[in-house]
């Protein structure tokens, strides 16, 4: 099982719709996790932290579920801009990546 | 303010000929330092990384080095390019204290 994975998409969505991304990752001992969101020949930047009780940030909200051992990202009122790749991150301490494990990313288009 | 660096943004390189990437962050002191390399269509790979002054961490064997001969310089290098070395790099330093990363802009390598 590979340590963090997500849906690789496309997803194609119209504006204004509500779409959301499940990762999941397989160290049990992981424990910081994150979005974030990388445009077409960009740097990925910091979307948003993922807390335990769930955190909202405007129209983003993530979630975790240590249990299941995934999060989710939720995107409300789509807007073109939104399109990008989001990438799931994990921070396992001690971890041999550099405590940093990157998903392969998921890919959303936007469409008017 | 903590910002990073990395240049140069763009670089066509012929198979065979030396490299050397440079990374500097400021405004933070300590920090730690990745290097990524991200091929087209692919995830994000840990290369390097770094706890302070002269300690390199690799992760992947491969044809590439890294060195940090100051406290908030990174530097990538290779002595003889391959075709397989192409790709965009990431300089990235863990912002703290969320833990997450902040990369610099990237270099694109085309290795011809």
């Known amino acids: ?112 | 303010s903590q910002t990073i660096h990395q240049w140069p943004a763009t670089l066509v390189q012929p198979v065979g000929s030396p490299l050397s990437l440079e990374c500097t962050v400021e405004g933070t002191s300590n920090p730690n330092l990745y290097w990524y390399r991200q091929a087209a269509g692919r995830g994000l790979q840990l290369l390097f990384y770094s706890v302070g002054i002269g300690q390199i961490s690799s992760e992947v064997p491969q044809n590439l080095s890294a060195s940090r001969p100051q406290d908030r310089q990174f530097i990538l290098s290779s002595k003889k390019l391959l075709l397989s070395d192409s790709g965009f790099y990431l300089c990235a330093w863990i912002t703290r204290p969320i833990g997450g990363y902040t990369f610099g802009s990237g270099t694109r390598l085309t290795v011809v």
Not at chain 1, 81 to 101: E, F, M, P, R
């Open chain 1, 1 to 112: 099982r590979k340590e963090v994975e997500q849906d690789p998409g496309p997803f194609n969505v119209p504006e204004g719709a509500t779409v959301a991304f499940n990762c999941t990752y397989s160290n049990s001992a992981s424990q910081s996790f994150f979005w974030y969101r990388q445009d077409c020949r960009k740097e990925p930047k910091l979307l948003m932290s993922v807390y335990s009780s769930g955190n909202e940030d405007g129209r983003f909200t993530a979630q975790l579920n240590r249990a299941s051992q995934y999060i989710s990202l939720l995107i409300r009122d789509s807007k073109l801009s939104d399109s990008a790749t989001y990438l799931c991150v994990v921070n396992t301490v001690g971890g041999s990546q550099g405590n940093l494990i990157f998903g392969k990313g998921t890919k959303l288009s936007v469409k008017p």
